[in-house]
Each structure stands twice: as structure tokens, then as C-alpha cells.
């Protein structure tokens, strides 16, 4: 799947991001309905199809959410192949779904290479929020602790993420190590964690990708 | 420290070279040799030009460095472009201790070749060597000053602890004479120019262990070594506080077929969280930036983000509430030992909360007194006093009254005042006693909440929980 945008494949980049204890929902790739099925055993999972050529998956309609039960996953299977056929080469995904609720936040975790400084971490609000309002905090790699820290606080959206003194552990925690990660991988200059959503007592990279 | 020597040499020279001198009064050499001679610069100055005929400016002139016959602590070059390789072929075999090139056209015109055989030359004798393209080095102490610019077209700033550092020449300059019409006064000036050999790492490092320096405030338009600026920043915001004003803001990733992180965090984002995470307060403003080189100047560190508000006049203290507010301060409620104390001081008119209003008749006695129970409060970290000249009590005894009172605070104290030439005349005597002025309570703000955000870097703060 090495594309000329230099997009990492999906499950190497899950294993890469794994690697670093960074927590991502379990997936992989599917060849047929029945696949899916048998991976779903008898949950909602999500479906996606992954193609370097399309970079903004929903936007593409490349994604089907709560697919529950053979029937659905079997019309989302051949739904997302004929819309990605414009797209090929691509691969069909099939991922855990994170239980809803109400009281779950999404945010934004990234990296960037900048020619002057170097790798950098990035931290906002998910969804539309980090780009409609511009709310996020970048650092310099390697970050320490107190950055990690301070990076919530810039935000205004801070109190929204760290709504209670775990998920300001979690987020702390998350950041250090995609820090670790940039640092230690030259070779990946552009990571999104895009959207990690908090949820419970946990919180799950739903989807990811790194520029090579 | 590795160039601290190097620009102690520039700074502090026993002796000094001019190369290109001239009697004629158009020549850039002719401003920097006649300015050395004029200011009082007490070491030793040799005019240097190729057609010298024995005299330059009522000096012994010489026809090149090598007939000096002594190794020149510092060397002011200001020839054609071209010419200068073989000036600094002149330094190398005269041992020169330190040159600054002040000519320009160099990279900045496309000469990257001839830019080239500078920094080359620099690191085969082993001088060091600031410029090419720039204004050099001023040392307020000592009347050592390369600024090619005729006195009288220029206010010279008052002697102080503020060190300024320019890449440009011309936002240097500006930037100097400005601050001729302020409260505080600087102690080095350094304009880098293209920076072939000395950079902004060398000259924070310099600046950090320099005794005189206080407050460094810095132009830059960017760095040549991101990731060793970054370090020596963290070194330096230990020690003094560091205020950047960046210009040139570059469009963050163009393209759209990136991570939307890459769109996000482009080369300008880049530098701001340089800023932040070395400890520098940035400046979005020339005038942010001498607002905040005033504040560190005089101020002591914050223990915390609480400001209190002592007015004469009910509107501008509303107004200080808000940019208090606005730029993530507080306003604290006051003790109820502060509330009595002031209750009994001021008159039945003056509700007594904060924002104090004292009225329109406040006088020296109900500043001092307000003064005095305000800034003794546990609750208030931070005074922002306004002091309207215009008011029916006020006069010079209030002025003399903030004044004393600073004298004997530890605590941030900023006086907001403006108006015509009553005012301007107390606003002087204020600021000349180190007691920073501002002219609007939105300035006032800003500049409190950079030294607060400075006083965190410091850890400075007191722990609330």
C-alpha cells in the first residue's frame, strides 16, 4: 500500500503505534463479507476502506459505523467496494467498535517534521473543533511531563479534554509517548492520532496514519 | 559560553579598527570613526583605508591592518562587498581579535558565493566574525558603538539593563530610538545581519552571562540551528527573562493532500512552540515588546496571577477589569483586615472592593493608604495603580506617594496614566524613580501577564493546592 504520499499501511502503522503502549482499537484487513463477519463475532464493528489516494476517508464516504449482524456487514462490504473502486489500490478494514456515550470526548493527537526544529507533537480538541477554531498546542520533541501538562493548559478547550484528574493522566500519557514515537522513528514525519476518543476509564485511537 | 570571549572582545575592546575610514563625511566609515571619536570611546582607534595618505579625521591612519603593528582587539569593516575577503585575509595575518562586517550586499542580494568566502575565512583564522550586512554592536557603558548613523538624526537611549538583539538593522534602530522615549534603558545592542558565523545561539549564550544585561529582548526573523537555539533559550530564561518578537509569518502547509496535523503545524507554529517550551515571552508587536522589556526591567517576579486594580476614576478601572480578565489574569477578593483597614481610610463614597475606585478627589493620602492595605493583602499578587492627572486631587504629591511606596514593595507594582503634558511631566518623574508607566490599562495588563507567564518558567509561583 506504499503510495506516493509516502502513507504508512495501516496495520504496520498500528503495530508501530502498539509498539509504544499507545492503545488503539484491534483491526484488520478483510478479504471477503464473510471475514468481516466471523471478525465482528456477533458485535457492531466499523468498516473502512483505506486507499492512499483517498486521505479523508468520511469525507469520501469510505466509512460505515455500527455495522451489526451478517445482513449489514454484508451490504456495507459491497457498498464500500464500489465506492472505492475510484480509489484503487485499496484495502477493506474491519475494526472493534468504541461503546458509545454521551460522556465520551474525541481529541486529536499529532506529529509533524518541522525543517528547522524537528519532530513536533500536536494536541486539540477531535472532530471539527481543532481546525474550525484553531484550539490545539504544539511542541518540540522530545517532550517532558511538565510540556505534556502545559500543552492541556493552553488549550481553551483544556477543561473539556481533562474533564477529571484521570483523563489529565491519560492524555499526559498518550502525548509522552507519541513524543517517544516521533523521536525515536526518523523515518515517520507525519502522524495523526485522529480522533482518540476518552471513553470509561480508557481511551482508544479509533483511526491513524503516518506520512513517511 | 564558546563566543563569550568574542564578543567581549567587540564589546569591551582595548583597541579598534576601522576599515574604510574616510574623511569624507558620506562614507559609512566617516559616521563609525567620527562616532567613535565623538561619543569618548577611551581605547585605542586606528583608521584604516587603502588610499590613506597618513591622516584620517585628525588621526594616524593606516594604509592596511598589517601596518598597525599590533593585534586589534576589534575590527569595524566597512568596504565594498568585494573587497572585504582580502580586508579579512589582512585580519587573519594581523591577528585581529574580532570583526564585524557592516557592509551589505552579500545573500541578502544573491551573493551567496562571496557570503560563502566570509564564513570560510572566519573559521581559517579563527576570529570571530558578526555580519555580514548589519549594524554591528553598542555597548552603553563604554561608547563603543559601529552604528552607521549620524548622531543627530538619532535619540540615544538612556544606560539600563535591557539587551537588544536585531536581525535587522533597520528594526534595531527604530526599535533604539523608540525606546530614547521610555522608562528604561539598554545596556548592549547587537545587529547580526546575515549571520554567517555568529547567530542568535551565540549571542543569547553571550547576553546570558552577561553581567550588564537584565532583559533580553530579541528581533528575529529566523534561526539557522532550531534545535540548539531551543537548548540555549532553556539555558538563558533560567537566569533572565528573554522577550522575542518574531516577524515573517510563514503559511502553514499548503498542500492538501497531507496529515491534517501537517496543516495545522507549520513553520510559524513551529517557532511559537519553540517560544513556549524554552521559557521566551513572546511579543506579537514592537510596542508588546518595549511594554514588556519595561515590565521585567523594574519588576520583581509574580507569585501569582491575582491583580488588584486602584483607580481615581471608575471607568478605567472597569476597563482594567476586563483585560485583566481577557489576558487569563484574575482580580482577588480582598481580607477582611484589608476591607477594614481601607474603610476607615476612605471616605463614605468609596465602596470598598475591587476594583477600588477612590473618586475624583483622591488625594496622595488615599493612595498611600490604599497602597498600603492593597499591597499587604495575601490575596493580591499584583497592582495595577491609575493615577488620571486630570482628576481634581491629583498632583505631584501622588506621584511622589506611588513612588515611595514602590520603593518599599516586593510585589509587581504597574501605574497606568495618560494624557497631555501635566501628565507626561509626572509620568517622567515616576519613570525615572523605576516605576514603570503605562498609557492604557490594556497595555498595563498584557505586560503584567507576560511577567506572569515569565514568573511560571521561573517557578516562581506559590502552590494553591
Given amino acids: ?212 | 559560553m564558546s563566543h563569550y570571549s568574542s564578543f567581549k572582545f567587540m564589546m569591551e575592546p582595548r583597541s579598534v579598527a576601522v576599515v574604510g575610514a574616510s574623511d569624507n563625511p558620506k562614507k559609512v566609515g566617516h559616521i563609525i570613526l567620527q562616532n567613535f571619536i565623538d561619543m569618548g570611546y577611551a581605547g585605542k582607534i586606528y583608521p584604516v583605508n587603502i588610499n590613506s595618505t597618513g591622516r584620517i579625521a585628525g588621526l594616524k591612519s593606516y594604509k592596511s591592518l598589517r601596518d598597525i603593528g599590533e593585534s586589534v582587539d576589534f575590527v569595524v569593516i566597512a568596504v565594498p562587498a568585494e573587497v572585504v575577503p582580502s580586508v579579512l585575509d589582512d585580519c587573519g595575518a594581523a591577528k585581529s581579535k574580532s570583526v564585524v562586517v557592516v557592509s551589505g550586499g552579500f545573500a541578502e542580494v544573491g551573493s551567496v558565493e562571496l557570503q560563502r568566502q566570509l564564513a570560510d575565512k572566519a573559521k581559517k583564522y579563527g576570529f570571530a566574525l558578526l555580519g555580514p550586512n548589519c549594524l554591528g554592536v553598542m555597548n552603553m557603558r563604554n561608547h563603543v558603538n559601529t552604528m552607521f548613523l549620524p548622531l543627530y538624526k538619532f535619540d540615544s537611549p538612556k544606560l539600563g539593563g535591557v539587551s537588544f538583539a536585531s536581525q535587522s538593522g533597520a528594526v534595531g534602530s527604530t526599535v533604539l530610538d523608540m525606546v530614547s522615549n521610555e522608562g528604561f534603558g539598554i545596556a548592549k545592542f547587537i545587529s547580526y545581519g546575515n549571520a554567517v558565523d555568529l547567530d542568535e545561539v551565540d549571542i543569547l549564550d553571550y547576553l546570558a552571562h552577561d553581567p550588564d544585561t537584565r532583559v533580553i529582548i530579541f528581533y528575529l526573523e529566523g534561526v539557522k540551528r532550531g534545535r540548539e537555539f531551543l537548548e540555549a533559550a532553556k539555558r538563558t530564561t533560567k537566569v533572565k527573562p528573554v522577550v522575542v518578537i518574531k516577524g515573517g509569518m510563514s503559511p502553514a502547509g499548503a498542500s492538501a493532500v497531507r496529515s491534517h496535523t501537517a496543516s495545522l503545524a507549520g513553520s510559524y507554529q513551529a517557532y511559537e512552540a519553540a517560544f513556549r517550551q524554552s521559557g521566551i515571552v513572546q511579543a506579537d508587536s514592537l510596542d508588546d515588546l518595549l511594554d514588556y522589556a519595561k515590565i521585567f526591567e523594574t519588576e520583581p517576579l509574580s507569585k501569582g496571577p491575582s491583580v488588584a486594580v486602584i483607580t481615581n476614576g471608575g471607568g478605567a478601572g472597569v476597563l482594567a477589569t476586563d483585560s485583566i480578565y481577557d489576558n487569563r489574569l484574575v482580580m482577588p477578593e480582598l481580607e477582611k483586615e484589608t476591607a477594614a483597614t481601607l474603610r476607615k481610610a476612605m471616605p463614605p463614597i468609596v465602596n470598598i472592593r475591587l476594583p477600588l475606585d477612590m473618586a475624583g478627589d483622591a488625594d496622595d493620602k488615599r493612595f498611600e493608604a490604599a497602597l498600603n492595605a492593597i499591597g499587604g493583602d495575601p490575596n493580591v499578587d499584583m497592582i495595577i495603580t491609575i493615577a488620571l492627572f486630570q482628576t481634581p486631587g491629583a498632583d505631584s504629591a501622588v506621584a511622589a506617594s506611588i513612588i515611595n511606596y514602590k520603593a518599599g514593595i516586593t510585589k509587581p507594582l504597574v501605574v497606568v496614566s495618560s494624557g497631555g503634558s501635566y501628565t507626561q511631566a509626572h509620568r517622567r518623574m515616576m519613570e525615572s524613580s523605576n516605576v514603570p508607566v503605562y498609557s492604557s490599562p490594556e497595555q498595563a495588563a498584557r505586560a503584567l501577564a507576560a511577567l506572569y507567564k515569565y514568573s511560571k518558567t521561573r517557578g516562581a509561583i506559590r502552590k494553591t493546592k
Avoid at chain 1, 177 to 196: F, Q, W
Wanted: glycine fraction near 8%.
Fill in chain 1, 1 to 212: 500500500m506504499e503510495g506516493r504520499s509516502g502513507l504508512m499501511d495501516y496495520m504496520d502503522a498500528y503495530r508501530l503505534v502498539s509498539s509504544y503502549g499507545i492503545r488503539t482499537v484491534p483491526g484488520r484487513y478483510v478479504g471477503s463479507a464473510d471475514e468481516a463477519v466471523r471478525f465482528a463475532s456477533g458485535k457492531p464493528i466499523v468498516m473502512k476502506a483505506l486507499s492512499p489516494k483517498a486521505l479523508h476517508k468520511s469525507k469520501s464516504g469510505l466509512v460505515a459505523l455500527g455495522v451489526d449482524g451478517k445482513e449489514e456487514i454484508g451490504r456495507a462490504f459491497s457498498s464500500l467496494r464500489r465506492k472505492a473502486e475510484r480509489y484503487r489500490p485499496y484495502k477493506l478494514l474491519a475494526q472493534q467498535m468504541v461503546p458509545f456515550s454521551e460522556d465520551n470526548v474525541e481529541i486529536i493527537v499529532g506529529g509533524n517534521e518541522d525543517a528547522q526544529f524537528g519532530k513536533m507533537v500536536l494536541l486539540g480538541l477531535g472532530g471539527i473543533y481543532v481546525e474550525a477554531f484553531r484550539d490545539f498546542s504544539l511542541r518540540i520533541c522530545p517532550i517532558t511531563r511538565e510540556d505534556a501538562e502545559s500543552m492541556i493548559d493552553d488549550l481553551k478547550s483544556g477543561h473539556v479534554m481533562a474533564k477529571d484528574e484521570r483523563s489529565r493522566r491519560m492524555i499526559v500519557d498518550l502525548l509522552l509517548r507519541a513524543s517517544k514515537m516521533l523521536t525515536e522513528n526518523s523515518g515517520v514525519r507525519e502522524l495523526d492520532l485522529n480522533p482518540v476518543i476518552l471513553h470509561g476509564d480508557t481511551y482508544s485511537a479509533v483511526d491513524l496514519r503516518i506520512l513517511r
